[in-house]
């Protein structure tokens, strides 16, 4: 496809040097714009939407499109701490897709790009305003388009499942509904779920509901018991089981990890 235009918006470029960092911990997010992510000391392990996991190295980039489910660890250097920088946004091609929809991404860059992308993301963090670090930025999309392979348009069964899903994951998501949604059998549904999402119902829903209860543990001092029931789990040590199986340790002990990262 021939890209006519493009549009970058919804701008974040960060990054962390911490001191005490826990590799044995993961972090279960979303995000709603591409993610392109450096661990300039220390390294990531990452897997992004259960498609395989795979180690970035001291230096290496990881690509996560917008809206897809990162299990990310944080991985320090051999002094137990860890610097990593980042450019979350979205790119809009020729005023109507998101770069998402029209190019598949490798999971990890190419190592040869390393340099160049921590040269341009530490130059976009010394900007302040979008206009400055619009240079950098381009030259960003500008990789990724060099290693982008064409895909097509998604699929808009798994987008209509990815919304239900996240719309409906504090109540109740049922087989039956999914079959309707799928004009399938219980047995058929199933194996079309996983070609689509990449996972099993329950397991793609537990992702999300231990994602939501990891934003709840530390942006509020809701109860653990109350935040379990926020997202869909109404069984307290069902929950505490669930969130130790896919983070590595306890809601509590996430939350007092969470927040002591934050200051360091």
């Known amino acids: 496809m021939d890209v006519n235009s ?3 918006s919804n701008v974040i ?3 962390f040097e911490r ?16 993610s392109v ?6 390294s990531y ?26 299990q990310i660890n944080e991985l320090p250097g051999p002094d137990g701490t860890m610097t990593a920088q980042w450019v979350f946004f979205d790119v809009e091609i020729n005023k109507k897709h998101r770069l998402e929809e029209l190019f598949s991404f490798p999971l990890l860059l190419p190592a040869n790009y390393n340099e160049r992308i921590a040269e341009l993301l530490a130059r976009a963090k010394e900007k302040e305003d979008l206009p400055s670090r619009m240079p950098y930025l381009s030259e960003v999309v500008e990789i990724l388009l060099s290693v982008a392979g064409p895909t097509e348009v998604k699929n808009d069964l798994a987008a209509r499942l990815q919304n239900y899903m996240e719309n409906n994951y504090a109540g109740e998501v049922s087989a039956a509904d999914l079959c309707k949604m799928m004009c399938c059998s219980r047995s058929a549904m199933y194996a079309r ?3 689509l999402l990449g996972d099993t119902p329950v397991r793609y829903l537990n992702n999300i509901r231990i994602r939501h209860s990891q934003e709840l543990l530390l942006d509020t001092d809701t109860p653990i018991a109350e ?13 505490a ?12 002990e996430y939350r007092k990890l969470g927040r002591r990262r934050s200051t360091d």
């Open 6 to 8: 493009i549009c970058i």
């Open 13 to 15: 470029v960060g990054g």
């Open 19 to 34: 001191s005490r960092v826990h590799p044995e911990i993961t972090i279960v997010k979303s995000l709603p714009t591409l």
């Open 37 to 42: 992510v450096q661990s300039v000391y220390g």
């Open 45 to 70: 392990r990452i897997s992004v939407e259960n498609k395989g996991t795979a180690e970035t190295g001291e230096g290496g980039v990881f690509i996560a499109p917008a809206n897809a489910t990162q």
């Open 193 to 195: 779920f996983r070609d």
């Open 227 to 239: 935040i379990a029931s926020k997202v869909g789990i109404r069984d307290q040590f069902y929950f």
């Open 241 to 252: 089981r669930l969130f130790r199986s896919i983070t590595g340790t306890s809601a509590s």
